[in-house]
């Protein structure tokens, strides 16, 4: 079936960066996008960004460019996102989706993976 | 501060048809499709309406979405428990972001 499967939960000091993995499995990995999504302990959901797994073109949220990095490897059809300079308003749990394009809805989700940004 | 405005709590009695409202802007919702996410508790988001009213498979019918202007709404009718669910409505937005509603928990009393 067609899932995603994210990596697992992570605990870093400010300033630090992290790295998510996303395993895509199910469907051809290179006919859609991924997008990132975070949602912070008891809040809503943000959009971080998406990456076309096509051709690796990407779209960032103004509010985190310059931190954030979207890449993909096709030949395990896996999508990562990294965010560097970890700050406390960072910790949230972070989810990758799949969709077609930046504009398009997010049909597939991962599971999430917690990332905990503390001293 | 979501760019998104929906009302923070909803609730109905089984059975009931409940609605709840997503307001944006001509940015966003006025020119671009909705789409609808539920939470359920402890969970990943699933997608629940895309394109202002279309049902993936496997929602069941009960849930309709609809736009009109720079509004939106989901309606579910039929209400069941296991309706209850954190809901979430989000749009493409002209300034190159998605954005999202602040959420509306649902509670089925």
């Known amino acids: 079936q067609v899932q995603l499967v994210q990596s697992g939960a992570e605990v870093k000091k400010p300033g630090a960066s992290v790295k998510v993995s996303c395993k895509a499995s199910?469907?051809?990995?290179?006919?859609?996008?991924i997008s990132w999504v975070r949602q912070a302990p008891g809040q809503g959901l943000e959009w971080m960004g998406w990456?076309?797994?096509?051709?690796?073109?990407?779209n960032y949220a103004q509010k985190l460019q310059g931190r954030v990095t979207m890449t993909t490897d096709t030949s395990t059809s896996t999508a990562y996102m990294e965010l560097r300079s970890l700050r406390s308003d960072d910790t949230a749990v972070y989810y990758c989706?799949?969709?077609?394009?930046?504009?398009?809805?997010?049909?597939?989700w991962g599971q999430g993976t917690m990332v905990t940004v503390s001293s | 501060q979501s760019v998104l405005t929906q009302p923070p709590s909803a609730s109905g009695t089984p059975g009931q048809r409940v609605t709840i409202s997503c307001s944006g802007s001509?940015?966003?919702?006025?020119?671009?499709?909705v789409n609808w996410y539920q939470q359920l508790p402890g969970t990943a988001p699933k997608l629940l309406i895309y394109?202002?009213?279309q049902r993936p498979s496997g929602v069941p019918d009960r849930f309709s979405g609809s736009k009109s202007g720079t509004s939106a709404s989901l309606a579910i009718s039929g209400l069941q428990s296991e309706d209850e669910a954190d809901y979430y409505c989000?749009?493409?937005?002209?300034?190159?972001?998605?954005?999202f509603g602040g959420g509306t928990k649902l509670t089925v009393l």
């Open positions: 394109s202002n009213n």
């Open positions: 989706a799949r969709a077609v394009a930046p504009w398009a809805a997010f049909d597939i």
């Open positions: 989000a749009a493409w937005d002209d300034s190159l972001n998605e954005v």
């Open positions: 199910g469907y051809t990995f290179t006919s859609y996008g």
């Open positions: 990456i076309s797994a096509y051709n690796g073109n990407t």
């Open positions: 001509s940015s966003n919702i006025g020119s671009n499709t």
